[in-house]
């Protein structure tokens, strides 16, 4: 079963940016269409951000414009680049197929925006 692993989380300064990357464990990554969702402490995980197979990506509302997802199917590799960052993103951010598979979930990595 498919697996992933986050990284690239830290601690950042309003304003600030960080990129994630995340990385699938099955060569059928590039069949799959991924998302980045986050929870924050106290909130349920959320969905923020999604690629299809092709490329064609989507936003929720507050992270539109600032945050753009990306992938490298030749490194089974998930991107989140993230700017502008406010310390409402503050969270463990996590990648999952879309829809999620319960049984996917990794560590997640965290990102803490101090103001």
């Known amino acids: 079963q498919v697996h992933f692993v986050e990284s690239g989380g830290g601690l950042v300064q309003a304003g600030g940016s960080l990129r994630l990357s995340c990385a699938g464990s099955e060569s059928t990554f590039s069949s799959m269409f991924m998302g980045w969702y986050r929870q924050a402490p106290g909130m349920q995980r959320e969905l923020v951000a999604m690629i299809s197979r092709s490329g064609t990506t989507d936003y929720v509302a507050p992270v539109k414009g600032r945050f753009t997802i990306s992938r490298d199917n030749a490194k089974n590799t998930l991107y989140l680049e993230m700017n502008s960052l406010k310390p409402e993103d503050t969270a463990v951010y996590y990648c999952?197929?879309?829809?999620?598979?319960?049984?996917?979930w990794g560590q997640g990595t965290q990102v803490t925006v101090s103001s």
């Open positions: 999952n197929t879309r829809p999620y598979s319960s049984v996917a």
